[in-house]
């Protein structure tokens, strides 16, 4: 009997399986899918890979399928069966996500159609961060806007947030460890941790606030959005903030932080990252506000948080008023502690595993 873990998103499909005591009997992705020359034309033939892949490593019956659903809303914060009426409510707040809650809610109704006997299960993004106060998820709109509406601060990438944080806690040997953990991939997001609950998090209604990401602006003045409207149809704006902005705006480049370290002299690399560093480290700063003290540790996790050595020695140097110090040795290793002994806050790199994080979700 076992856990199988999908990770559905807009042109790609993540999957692993695990055993009853979680170990991982077999993992793999389907990238490109529905592109020109991907191996796949749709979700529903990228599940049928995964299945073919699972029965041909791991013969093996899937008992419960752990579904990742990007958005929860204000209703679902813990891992929930995936009846009728629950995937109607979870298309109705699709608005909320619109780039990734329909793709998550198509691979929902393939796995099912093809593993009827299993019971499926959604695990939500935004649901680790359902703890934030009020005073860390209301925006300063009238309240009425939050009460009749829910807009609100809902956080996302939870999944990895509660993951290595978890991790960092359990090397610090302190269940109560406060931690700001920072996920950098293609999109970014950052975390307050304390006693192993979020306090805050800096992405917010949607995935565009934050730093700057791969082709997300980040967080902007509202009165740029005012002027651009004036100038743009809503729909053509809503494309300028989610995939022309972020550093392949900025850069005029490339949204890949590899490509743009390929070219670490020109203007454009310059740039991009000087702003990412600097709004990091601000960001950082802002959210030992909410842990009410000097974290323990700083968790740099994701594709880029976990491989970029070179930003997050340019966040570390914004920060070094403060104590932290990056051995340059092990940084440029990414090294599990990436921080000297004199640092005084503890600087970490751990992989993250949400496909582990969600088994562990139903197993609980």
Not at 143 to 156: E, T, V
Request: net charge positive; hydrophobic share 40%; glycine share 8%.
């Amino acid at each position: 009997m076992s856990i199988l873990v999908l990770n559905a998103g807009s042109s790609s499909l993540r999957f692993a399986l695990f055993d009853k005591n979680l170990k991982e009997l077999t993992q793999g992705h389907v990238d490109g899918i529905g592109q020109k020359n991907g191996p796949c034309r749709t979700h529903e033939e990228a599940i049928d890979f995964a299945l073919k892949a699972i029965q041909k490593n791991a013969a093996t019956e899937i008992i419960q399928v752990a579904h990742r659903v990007v958005h929860g809303g204000e209703k679902y914060r813990v891992p929930t069966l995936l009846t009728r009426g629950v995937l109607r409510a979870l298309e109705k707040i699709s608005p909320l996500a619109p780039l990734h809650n329909p793709i998550n809610i198509l691979a929902i109704r393939a796995a099912q159609k093809r593993l009827p006997k299993a019971k499926h299960y959604a695990i939500f993004d935004t649901a680790f961060h359902a703890t934030l106060p009020e005073e860390a998820f209301l925006y300063g709109l009238p309240y009425s806007y939050y009460s009749k509406q829910n807009i609100r601060r809902y956080g996302f990438h939870g999944i990895s947030h509660k993951y290595v944080s978890i991790e960092a806690a359990r090397l610090l040997k302190n269940k109560r460890a406060k931690i700001i953990t920072c996920h950098l991939g293609n999109g970014v997001s950052l975390a307050a941790v304390k006693n192993g609950i979020s306090v805050d998090t800096t992405m917010g209604f949607t995935p565009l606030e934050g730093p700057i990401m791969g082709t997300r602006s980040g967080s902007i003045d509202p009165g740029i959005l005012f002027h651009l409207l004036k100038k743009m149809p809503a729909e053509k704006l809503h494309q300028l903030l989610e995939k022309e902005s972020g550093f392949k705006g900025l850069s005029g480049i490339s949204s890949d932080v590899r490509n743009l370290w390929a070219k670490p002299k020109s203007a454009g690399t310059l740039r991009s990252f000087a702003v990412f560093s600097h709004q990091m480290a601000k960001l950082i700063l802002g959210l030992c506000a909410s842990l009410e003290a000097r974290p323990d540790a700083i968790v740099f996790t994701a594709g880029v948080g976990e491989n970029a050595y070179y930003l997050r020695a340019q966040i570390a140097d914004h920060l070094k008023a403060f104590g932290v110090l990056l051995d340059p040795a092990a940084n440029r290793k990414n090294a599990l502690v990436i921080s000297t002994a004199k640092s005084s806050i503890k600087v970490l790199v751990i992989p993250t595993n949400e496909a582990l994080q969600m088994a562990r979700e139903l197993s609980n």
